[in-house]
């Protein structure tokens, strides 16, 4: 349950932001509070910090939340706001402002904040009168003076209303584009997700925020992660824009071997689209439920794969073997507010984010993993890249990635990309059918297709790990500028294990398109009925 506390916490606390009214209290910036004396810091510090406690037995942070502020329900935690005159930097003129979330509700484990000035650090310290209490019931006086943080947000110039970036819960971190809407999250680390025991959630212990120059564009944020399995040091360099760029520099340092290490892990939500309708849809007026449609991956080999998301039955794991990826991400293609309806919490506003390696990473796999939910509220999806190598205690693994929050991703594949996928019966409409079987259709747009004249042959190549392929074809689709590829899958045998699936289109012998992978399940009435 720890999974879906933390990252419905986080989906409605950073979607409610922060509440313009309270910058009518914003006329005077008030001073930040510290604890004890500043002490020399930076990244190699931070890795010293990390390896010497990786070298000692884990021991938690214990939780220290009072009986008032741990009996908070929604709406009362919802009440406590942060007050505009305490931001950190509010007084500096800066283009950047922290601003800090308080402990209560499915956040009861406090993190250390420090700021870093001139590579000095010092503890920020909590102080009530930075927040405004409102109907929470909380009484500020009686709170402990070192109570502590939850978390922080950050605000940028442009619009110091709405926050750009949140860290909160475990290693949870999210962050926007120009869309201004927040959607998938993303974790420092995952370890055993999706296996057949409960998966270890690291946390993000410490913070520091490094004083930003008064002009600057970017700011550095410095973490350490700790876990029964491993401590790690972050260091997140935040460039807020259109599309919103980290680039994450990780220093791993495990206690112990671990069986499945998650690198770059993102998380999301599925709960269904046009590829992938069951009863939730039909009992929801919505079109399609979603934070992201879709995992792309651009290959070490070249290849760009385009995997539809799913929301399964049972739990599903998928890995994709390969060596040295140029990246991968969690996307949301479809952006036409008509194929959601949701003028509330705008599913076709919601930010892409890719990852893109800056270092050769090696042999591993980028992982899927697929929950099964029946509520919007949870996160289901998971994805992640797993070295081949399983990591040994004492080891020390260097990674560096960039993120790129937002609408726009900086790289696109040059081949036809794949825009719509969609799903049902299939057989020849007004012919009795024999057999069973289920119909895929895939549509292309971009890349060459527009050059493709009339008579040009375009092939479709379509396999499946089991069952027959019936009916396969690609014709042109004018209403998308593109092409329609569409082939029947027809179940053989009685397994109810999951198919896969592989398809895309040829002319000349050359690729048209992106691959495009799928995983479909047979059920007991679909295999009854094989024929």
């Known amino acids: 349950m720890q999974r879906r506390h933390i990252l419905r916490g986080l989906a409605a606390l950073a979607a409610a932001g922060f509440h313009p009214q309270l910058l009518a209290a914003a006329a005077r910036p008030r001073t930040t509070k510290f604890i004890g004396e500043a002490?020399?810091?930076?990244?190699?510090?931070?890795?010293?910090?990390?390896?010497?406690?990786?070298?000692?037995?884990?021991?938690?942070?214990?939780?220290?939340?009072?009986?008032?502020?741990?009996?908070?329900?929604?709406?009362?935690?919802?009440?406590?706001?942060?007050?505009?005159?305490?931001?950190?930097?509010?007084?500096?003129?800066?283009?950047?402002?922290?601003?800090?979330?308080?402990?209560?509700?499915?956040?009861?484990?406090?993190?250390?904040?420090?700021?870093?000035?001139?590579?000095?650090?010092?503890?920020?310290?909590?102080?009530?009168?930075?927040?405004?209490?409102?109907?929470?019931?909380?009484?500020?006086?009686?709170?402990?003076?070192?109570?502590?943080?939850?978390?922080?947000?950050?605000?940028?110039?442009t619009d110091l209303t709405r926050d750009v970036a949140a860290f909160l819960g475990a290693s949870y971190f999210r962050a926007v584009g120009s869309d201004w809407q927040y959607g998938l999250s993303a974790r420092g680390l995952a370890i055993d997700c999706g296996m057949d025991r409960p998966e270890e959630f690291p946390n993000f212990t410490h913070f520091w925020l490094e004083r930003p120059k008064k002009e600057a564009g970017r700011l550095v944020v410095y973490a350490l992660l700790d876990s029964p399995s491993i401590a790690g040091a972050y260091r997140f360099e935040i460039e807020p824009g259109a599309t919103l760029v980290m680039d994450v520099d990780v220093a791993l340092y495990p206690r112990k071997t671990i069986e499945r290490l998650g690198i770059a892990p993102l998380t999301s939500m599925y709960q269904f689209g046009e590829n992938d309708r069951h009863i939730a849809a039909a009992n929801d007026w919505r079109p399609e439920i979603h934070d992201s449609d879709g995992l792309s991956m651009w290959r070490g080999n070249g290849e760009w794969i385009w995997r539809p998301l799913t929301n399964p039955a049972q739990l599903r794991f998928n890995a994709y073997q390969d060596d040295s990826p140029k990246g991968f991400g969690l996307m949301q293609r479809d952006r036409d507010f008509d194929n959601y309806q949701d003028d509330g919490v705008f599913y076709d506003r919601r930010p892409s984010l890719w990852i893109e390696p800056k270092s050769n990473w090696g042999r591993g796999a980028i992982q899927l993993v697929e929950i099964p939910t029946v509520d919007e509220t949870f996160d289901n999806i998971v994805a992640f890249w797993n070295p081949a190598e399983k990591p040994q205690a004492g080891q020390e693994l260097l990674y560096s990635y960039r993120m790129h929050w937002g609408r726009q991703m900086p790289v696109n594949?040059?081949?036809?990309?794949?825009?719509?996928?969609?799903?049902?019966?299939?057989?020849?409409?007004?012919?009795?059918?024999?057999?069973?079987?289920?119909?895929?259709?895939?549509?292309?747009?971009?890349?060459?297709?527009?050059?493709?004249?009339?008579?040009?042959?375009?092939?479709?190549?379509?396999?499946?790990?089991?069952?027959?392929?019936?009916?396969a074809s690609a014709r042109p689709l004018e209403h998308v500028q593109g092409y329609r590829l569409m082939f029947d899958l027809r179940p053989t045998d009685s397994n109810m294990a999951p198919i896969d699936l592989r398809a895309y289109m040829t002319a000349g012998g050359a690729p048209l398109c992106e691959t495009w992978l799928y995983q479909w399940s047979p059920t007991g009435a679909d295999v009854a009925q094989r024929g």
């Open 39 to 157: 002490r020399p810091f930076d990244y190699a510090w931070l890795k010293g910090e990390a390896r010497q406690r990786a070298a000692r037995a884990y021991q938690p942070v214990p939780d220290r939340v009072p009986a008032d502020v741990e009996k908070l329900d929604w709406d009362q935690y919802q009440a406590i706001q942060y007050r505009a005159d305490h931001a950190l930097w509010s007084d500096d003129a800066a283009r950047f402002q922290a601003r800090f979330f308080h402990l209560g509700l499915f956040f009861r484990t406090p993190v250390q904040i420090h700021e870093v000035v001139d590579g000095r650090a010092r503890e920020i310290a909590y102080d009530p009168a930075m927040f405004n209490y409102g109907k929470s019931g909380l009484n500020a006086a009686k709170l402990p003076k070192d109570l502590g943080f939850a978390g922080f947000r950050l605000n940028f110039h």
């Open 413 to 471: 594949p040059s081949l036809a990309t794949v825009a719509h996928t969609r799903t049902g019966i299939g057989g020849v409409v007004g012919q009795p059918r024999k057999h069973f079987s289920w119909r895929f259709v895939v549509d292309f747009v971009g890349g060459n297709l527009k050059l493709l004249g009339k008579d040009a042959k375009v092939i479709p190549v379509v396999t499946a790990s089991r069952g027959e392929i019936e009916l």
